[in-house]
């Protein structure tokens, strides 16, 4: 079973993603996204949606318009763990390439 974070865990893992916040009330992180247009908002969630299959995580989301929202936490873990953080990493490469 995959574990919470620990405080001093979460506290690391928010200082290095500094473009995602923390919401407290749901121990997860999210991230905002605007793009150009809808195909490439829509283009962005297909290949998060690839890497969130492989890794057997999935975020929850919503997209509207060129608007996408990320959030993750881990549902069998109470939280935030590093399953979170990973794909939170991964999803920041995404938006950098």
Known sequence: MVEQLSEAERAEALDALSDWDYDE???AIVRRVAFGDFAEAF???????????????HPEWSNVYNRVEILLTTHDAGGLSHRDVELATAIDAILEA
Do not use: Q, W
């Not at 283009?43 to 995580?57: N, Q, S, T, W």
């Open 25 to 27: 009330g749901r121990d």
């Open 43 to 57: 283009g962005f969630m297909a290949r998060v949606a690839i890497l969130a299959e492989k890794a057997d995580h």
